[in-house]
C-alpha cells in the first residue's frame, strides 16, 4: 500500500464516512454470504486431544475461495470454513479484508495436515502458503489449533462427504 503526502487531514475527517459505509457489510451481509454457502460438518482428528466436531461452510468454486472469511466479524470456536480443490497444489492463501485472526490448516489427498499457519494477521497481503500441494484448507478461530493440540500429521476429515475416501494408517 501506497500513502500520498499532505492528504492525512483529509483521510482522518473521510473515516467517519468510510465506516459508515463498511460498518453494514462487516456484520449481516457477511453472514448472510456465508449462510448462501454449502455447509457440512468437519471432524478434526488430534493425537494431543481427540475428535473436534465444527460446522462449515465450504468454498469450492474460485469465486467462493476468493471470498472466503472477508469481512466477517466473528467466528465461533466450532465454525470453520473449507477451502476445496480439486486437485492436490502448492496453495497461498492471503487474508485481505479479512478482520479475524485465523489459524489455517493445509491438508493433503490423505486428509492429513500437512502444515498450520497459526493465528495469521488480519487484512495482511502476505502470502501464506501450505508448503507442498493439498486439497484443502481449514480456517478455523487463531489459538483454535493449538487449543486443540492439532500439529501436522493429524487429521481432517468431512464426514458428510465420506472423505478421505481411506482413512487406514497414520499421517
Known amino acids: 500500500m501506497t500513502r500520498a503526502r499532505g492528504g ?23 453472514r448472510n454470504r456465508l449462510d448462501e454457502l454449502p455447509s457440512e460438518r468437519l471432524v478434526l482428528e488430534t493425537r494431543a486431544d481427540g475428535h473436534h ?6 468454498a469450492d468454486t474460485p469465486e467462493t475461495r ?34 479475524l485472526p485465523l489459524d489455517m490448516l493445509f491438508v493433503d489427498a ?5 502444515s498450520i499457519a497459526e493465528r495469521t494477521r488480519p487484512l ?3 502470502s501464506v502458503e501450505s508448503g507442498s500441494p493439498v486439497v484443502l484448507v481449514v480456517e478455523i478461530r487463531g489459538g483454535g489449533a493449538a487449543a486443540r ?16 475416501p481411506v482413512t487406514r494408517g497414520s499421517c
Open 8 to 30: 492525512g487531514r483529509a483521510a482522518l475527517l473521510a473515516l467517519p464516512a468510510v465506516l459508515a459505509v463498511v460498518a453494514p457489510v462487516i456484520g449481516d451481509d457477511a
Open 53 to 58: 466436531e465444527y460446522r462449515a461452510w465450504r
Open 66 to 99: 476468493a471470498r472466503g472469511l472477508m469481512y466477517v466479524a466473528a467466528l465461533a470456536d466450532d465454525q470453520a470454513m473449507i477451502f476445496v480443490y480439486d486437485e492436490p497444489q502448492i496453495v497461498s492463501m492471503w487474508m485481505r479484508n479479512t478482520y
Open 110 to 114: 490423505r486428509g492429513c495436515i500437512v
Open 124 to 126: 495482511s497481503l502476505a
Open 149 to 164: 493440540g492439532a500439529k501436522a500429521g493429524d487429521r481432517i476429515r468431512r464426514p458428510d462427504a465420506a472423505w478421505p
